[in-house]
């Protein structure tokens, strides 16, 4: 059986969405959104229905951590609620439910109880926050180079610029044609 080269693979999409998990994570929201623009079209061209709303749902999930880790928490459970993902097994426990990567939602246990269907007392507890955003690489594959924001340390919330990272080197002197 021959493929079809502009299927839209959920395989793919799924460790799309992984990435931008990871990219939140590491304090990176802009990545993350670029994912959620990526996964929007893959949702868009998909043809299966079971696939179209599975990475409709990773759009919203990913798009309520980004939503959360900009302090927008009314936002972040009203998109989750639209994703309806209440009794989902793939998404809730083997996704949703660790707080080390959706650190940014597990602030209000009790409505993140309610869109999950987990019982508060069952959600786990967050971890150590990390400090400031970690190198991470663009969809691109390039690093990141500068670092915009860094997290507040004691809300996780994104929060001021912080001064770029310095290369070092000297400017590169332009080259001139000699006659």
Known sequence: MAENPGMVHLTANTRLFDFGILASVAGHNGIAQQVVKRLRKASADATEPKT??????????????????????????????????????????????????????????????????????????????????????????????TIGSARDKSSGRITGKVAPRKSGGKKKKKSRVLD
């Open 52 to 145: 179209t709303k599975r990475i409709g749902q990773y759009v919203a999930l990913l798009s309520s951590l980004v939503a959360a880790d900009r302090g927008d928490h009314k936002l972040a459970y009203k998109i989750l609620l639209k994703a309806d993902i209440k009794g989902d097994a793939f998404l809730v426990k083997r996704r949703l439910a660790l707080p080390h990567l959706f650190r940014p939602l597990f602030e209000f246990r009790k409505k993140l109880s309610f869109v999950t269907g987990i019982e508060e007392s069952k959600l786990a507890k967050p971890g150590p926050l990390l400090p400031r955003p970690s190198a991470f690489p663009r969809l691109n594959c390039k690093f990141v180079k």
